[in-house]
C-alpha cells in the first residue's frame, strides 16, 4: 500500500479506538492500543488532544496539506498538458494561496522562500525538477592563458595610452532571439517522467536581433531591434519607448550597413553629452559588421577606440554575454511562457515588443551591468578575475529518481474528487450509519467531505487567475487585431518617435484621400436617354 494510503488507514484505527476508549468498551488504554494495533504513544497523545499528522501542519511549512495538495494536482495537471511550471511558477502559486487564505482571516499575507519549492519537491516523490531540454556543453572550453593575458594587456595599454576614464568604457554586442521558442529553464514535473521534458512553445521561430551596449557605470544605451523583413509596419512603434530604434534586413540578422547606423545613431548619438574625458572604448567583438572600413572610419573621426576581443572567448571577456544576456534570455522566456499560458499560441513582432520591454528592464539592471564588468576582469581591472576560472569543472547530470510504486491492498476510504465520487462517499456514510454502532470510522468519512470542499475552493482560486490571465492577454490581442496597419518604406533604421511620426503623415493622407472619395460617392451622375444618350429625359418621353 501507499504510504498515503497507510497513514490513512492507521488513523482509522486509531479513530476506532479512541470512541472505544470513550464509550468505556475498552477500560484501559494500552488495551484499546493493543486491539486496535497502534501505537501506544500515539494513541495516548490523541487522547490528550494532539491533531492527527494528516490534519495538521508542521510549524515550518507555510501551506497546510489541503493547500499542499490543491498545488501538487495544478503541478501535474500542468505537467500532462505540455505545459510543465517553472520552479518560480509554483513559488506564484503557493503565495497566490497564502494571500487569499490572509484574505478570510484578515492577517497580512506571508510568502513562501526561495527554497520553499525543494522542499516541496522533497515532501511529494511524484515530482522532481529538471531542466526542460538538455543543457548545452557544446561550447569549446579550449581557453588559452596566454591569449587572454594578451588581451588585458591590450586593454590596459588602451586605457592608458588614451587616458580613458573608467566612465567612458562600453562593450556592445548582438543577441538573437527565435520570437515564440521558449528557452531552457528549471521546470516541476510528475516524478513518472522520463528523459527531456518540453514546454510547449508558441509557434513562431522567426528570428529577431536586438543590439545593445552598456556603461561601464550600469546604464544603457537605447536598443536597436532588428526584424526580418524589407518595410517598416507603423503599430511597431506605438508602443515602444522614443529613443528605441528598430531597423529590417533579409533574414533579422545584423548587416553592416545597420552596424554602421547603429554606431552612428544610436551608440555615437547617446553616448557623445556623456563622455566625461575624450576618447570612449568600446569593447566588442569580431563580427563582420563590426570590422568594415566604414565602422573603424567612423570611430577614428569621433574618438571612439574599437576593441576587438580573441575569438571564441565573449563568455569569458564580454561584460553583456557574462552578466546580461543569460538573464535577458530567461527573463524574456519567462514572459513567452506567460503568454503561453494564457492562452496566445503565436508569439509576432507586436508581441515580442511588448515582452521584450519587460525583459529588458528585468534583466540589464545597473547590478547585472556591474556584476558583468567585474567579473570579466575590467571594471576593476583584475584579470585574475578570469584566468582563475580557465579550468571549467564539469556539469553534473541531474540524477533521476525511482518511480514510486503504488497499489492498492485493502478498500481505504478516498476523497472523493467529482460528484460521482462525492454522491457515493455519501451513500457509504448513511450505510455505515445504519448497521454499525458508534465505534464506524464516521468522522473520518465527515472529514473527507470537508476536505472535498476545500479542495474545489482551492481549485476555484487557481482557475480564477489562470482567468484573469487569460483575459488580459485576449484583451491584448483584440487591441492587436483592432489596429490598422500601414507599411513605411525607408532606407534606414527609424527610431520610435520617427517611426511614429511618419505613420501619423499616412494616416492623414488616407484619411484625406477617404474624405474626397465620400464626397464623390455623394454626387450622383444625371440619367440620360438611352436613345439618344442626352440628359434631362428618359427613352419613353423622347422626341
Known amino acids: 500500500a501507499t504510504m498515503a494510503g497507510n497513514d490513512q488507514s492507521k488513523e482509522g484505527r486509531i479513530e476506532l479506538a479512541v470512541q472505544a476508549y470513550k464509550n468505556t468498551k475498552i477500560a484501559s488504554i494500552r488495551g484499546a492500543a493493543r486491539l486496535y494495533d497502534v501505537p501506544y504513544s500515539t494513541f495516548r497523545a490523541r487522547l490528550g488532544g494532539r491533531a492527527s499528522r494528516l490534519n495538521s501542519t508542521t510549524p515550518t511549512r507555510k501551506l497546510t496539506d489541503r493547500e499542499e495538495e490543491v498545488l501538487l494536482e495544478w503541478v501535474l495537471s500542468m505537467d500532462k498538458r505540455g505545459l510543465p511550471p517553472r520552479v518560480a511558477g509554483v513559488r506564484r502559486m503557493a503565495d497566490l494561496l497564502l494571500a487569499k487564505r490572509a484574505e478570510s482571516s484578515s492577517q497580512p499575507p506571508i510568502q513562501v522562500g526561495d527554497k520553499w519549492v525543494r522542499n516541496f519537491i522533497t515532501r511529494h516523490p511524484e515530482l522532481k525538477s529538471k531542466y526542460s531540454r538538455r543543457y548545452d556543453h557544446q561550447r569549446a572550453k579550449m581557453e588559452d592563458p596566454e591569449i587572454i593575458t594578451k588581451w ?50 508558441p509557434g513562431n521561430r522567426e528570428w529577431v536581433t536586438v543590439v545593445e551596449a552598456v556603461n561601464s557605470s550600469g546604464w544603457t544605451v537605447p536598443p536597436m531591434v532588428i526584424f526580418k523583413g524589407k518595410v517598416f509596419q507603423s503599430p511597431w512603434f506605438r508602443d515602444i519607448p522614443e529613443d528605441w530604434t528598430i ?23 547617446y553616448t557623445r553629452d556623456r563622455t566625461k574625458g575624450k576618447y570612449r572604448l568600446l569593447i566588442l567583438d569580431g563580427h563582420g559588421s563590426h570590422v568594415t572600413s566604414e565602422f573603424d572610419q567612423y570611430c577614428t573621426e569621433n574618438f571612439i577606440i574599437p576593441l576587438y576581443m580573441p575569438a571564441h572567448s565573449s563568455h569569458l571577456l564580454q561584460p553583456l554575454d557574462v552578466g546580461c544576456f543569460a538573464p535577458l534570455k530567461r527573463s524574456y522566456g519567462s514572459q513567452d511562457e506567460a503568454s503561453t499560458r494564457a492562452g496566445i499560441n503565436h508569439i509576432d513582432k507586436l508581441d515580442f515588443l511588448r515582452l521584450y520591454q519587460i525583459a529588458r528592464q528585468e534583466a540589464l539592471s545597473m547590478p547585472n551591468i556591474q556584476s558583468g564588468f567585474r567579473a570579466t576582469g575590467l571594471i576593476p581591472f583584475d584579470p585574475s578575475r578570469v584566468l582563475s576560472n580557465l579550468t571549467i569543472s564539469g556539469i553534473e547530470t541531474p540524477t533521476q529518481s525511482s518511480q514510486p510504486q503504488s497499489s492498492q491492498e485493502t478498500w481505504v476510504p478516498e476523497t472523493p474528487r467529482t460528484i460521482i465520487q462525492l454522491q457515493r462517499q455519501t451513500e457509504r456514510i448513511k450505510k455505515h450509519l445504519s448497521r454499525v454502532g458508534p465505534t464506524s470510522p464516521t468522522s473520518v468519512a465527515i472529514d ?96
Not at 488616407?510 to 436613345?531: D, F, I, L, M, N
Request: with cysteine; glycine share 8%.
Open 448 to 543: 473527507q467531505i470537508k476536505k472535498c470542499a476545500e479542495l474545489a475552493l482551492y481549485q476555484a482560486e487557481i482557475l480564477t487567475d489562470q482567468l484573469t490571465q487569460m483575459q488580459a492577454s485576449a484583451q491584448h490581442q483584440k487591441r492587436k487585431r483592432q489596429t490598422d496597419k500601414s507599411f513605411i518604406t525607408s532606407s534606414t533604421i527609424l527610431t520610435g518617435t520617427e517611426g511614429r511620426g511618419r505613420a501619423s503623415c499616412q494616416e492623414d493622407v488616407v484619411e484625406g484621400e477617404s474624405a474626397e472619395g465620400r464626397a464623390v460617392e455623394k454626387t450622383r451622375t444625371p440619367r440620360r436617354c438611352s436613345r439618344c444618350n442626352q440628359s434631362g429625359h428618359t427613352s419613353r418621353t423622347c422626341k
Open 247 to 269: 531597423g529590417v534586413s533579409t533574414n533579422g540578422w545584423i548587416t553592416n550597413d545597420l552596424g554602421r547606423q547603429w554606431l552612428q545613431e544610436v551608440f555615437d548619438k
Open 152 to 201: 588585458f594587456e591590450l586593454v590596459r595599454n588602451t586605457i592608458q595610452s588614451y587616458g580613458i576614464a573608467e566612465e567612458d568604457i562600453y562593450n556592445f554586442d548582438e543577441t538573437g532571439f527565435q520570437m515564440g521558442v521558449i528557452g531552457t529553464s528549471k521546470i516541476v514535473t510528475s516524478a513518472e517522467r522520463y528523459g527531456k521534458a518540453f514546454l510547449k512553445q
